[in-house]
């Protein structure tokens, strides 16, 4: 992991297209804004996160309810 230092109107650059501005910053919160091609697709970490939860989460209960399924059908014939 890299950490860099930057003030209000400081930024950084990842490779040639993406700029990450520090817009505000006081003592319990920082805001940036970042600059990127439209292709390219920016989550916070924790949005990111709660949807894979989900998508693991929807899997496993319709993997269960699928298993519940073939059991019961398997006693009716």
């Known amino acids: 992991m890299l950490v860099i230092g930057r003030r209000v109107g400081e930024s950084i ?3 040639q297209e993406i700029e990450i501005l520090v817009v505000d910053a ?3 919160r920082v805001t940036l804004g970042i600059c990127a091609p439209r292709q390219w697709t920016i989550l916070r970490k924790e ?3 709660a949807a894979e939860s989900n998508r693991h989460a929807s899997h496993s209960s319709s993997d269960q309810a699928l298993k519940r399924l073939v059991r019961n ?4 014939t």
Do not use: K, M, T, Y
């Open 13 to 15: 650059l990842i490779g």
């Open 26 to 28: 006081s003592p319990s």
């Open 47 to 49: 949005v990111q996160q």
């Open 73 to 76: 059908l398997r006693r009716e």
